[in-house]
């Protein structure tokens, strides 16, 4: 059996130049497949707005939700490193209300790790989860929570200027006390730039080939989302198509009677029909 996932294995990893693996998961069995298919990490991220819920987009996420889909993670993937995604307005507000509810993914969830969006702006609240023994995940470049004020889903770092500033980032929040980083949406130029840079690993998430690892949202990487795909992702089955056939085929034969079929009905105990018979005819 594999041994529980700690963080020191990700300091070896990096220094050993092994690539970590990483993917999110909302719900029990998924997280079981990613644990029995070997992933270092689990994201259980605010995406879930998008994935399960339906939402347009993060922002109406609660920590309500999180921590419920967090503990079903847990338990389906026991020895994996499971991180939670702090969603909307549970750090943005005060430090006090940004440690309070990364407690809660550990205490109530059993989550190893959280996450955070922000570089320079949130980092008193990345000192301030450490410091309370914490491991912290920052999450810079594209941050879809702030979208708004990035003019959108949008790649980040894509001129000198701007990439310095993605790159003054990932030092803000390494020099807070982070023990992983996550670099989402940039060119994979600024990806390796940080990577080295940083003692601390680096993951990707459309930052390129050479950060220490790569993320995807589960739902884009099995072919279960629909609304939209981002250019990073790679679609590495399509199970929308999987689903819907199978009901299809439900729907057809539940329509010609040919589900149930013999094998699927429970029998009665020998002699009891007759018995049974009988008895509603008196
Ligand atoms: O919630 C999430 O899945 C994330 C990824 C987009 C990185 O934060």
């Known amino acids: 059996m594999a041994q529980k996932k700690m963080i020191q294995d990700f ?6 130049n092994e690539k970590i693996t990483f993917v999110t998961a909302y719900d029990f069995p998924t997280a079981q497949f990613a644990e029995t298919a070997g992933l270092d990490m689990i994201l259980v991220g605010d995406s879930l707005g998008m994935c399960v819920y339906g939402y347009s987009g993060t922002i109406p996420v609660t920590m309500e939700q999180m921590i419920v889909h967090a503990e079903a993670v847990r338990r389906g993937a026991p020895r994996t490193f499971v991180i939670g995604d702090m969603p909307f307005m549970s750090y943005q507000s005060s430090v006090e209300k940004a440690v309070e509810n990364a407690g809660r993914f550990l205490k109530e969830a059993g989550c190893d790790a959280i996450k955070l969006e922000g570089g320079q702006r949130v980092v008193p609240q990345i000192r301030a989860i450490v410091e309370a023994g914490i491991v912290v995940m920052g999450h810079i470049g594209l941050t879809p929570q702030s979208s708004g004020q990035l003019g959108g889903h949008r790649a980040q770092g894509r001129t000198a200027e701007a990439a310095r500033q993605v790159v003054e980032d990932a030092l803000a929040v390494q020099a807070a006390g982070a023990h992983l980083i996550l670099l989402e949406a940039v060119p994979p130029e600024v990806g390796r730039f940080i990577t080295r840079k940083l003692a601390i690993p680096a993951l990707s998430i459309g930052a390129g080939l050479d950060c220490d690892g790569q993320l995807l949202i589960v739902s884009d990487l099995i072919g279960q989302f629909q609304a939209f795909t981002p250019k990073f992702v790679k679609k590495y089955a399509n199970v929308a198509e999987i689903i819907i056939q199978a009901f299809r ?29 009988e008895l509603m005819a008196r």
């Open 11 to 16: 300091s070896e990893r990096k220094q050993k």
């Open 249 to 277: 085929e439900y729907v057809r034969e539940v329509k010609e009677g040919a589900f149930p079929a013999e094998e699927h009905c429970y029998r009665m105990v020998e002699g009891e029909e007759e018995k049974f018979l």
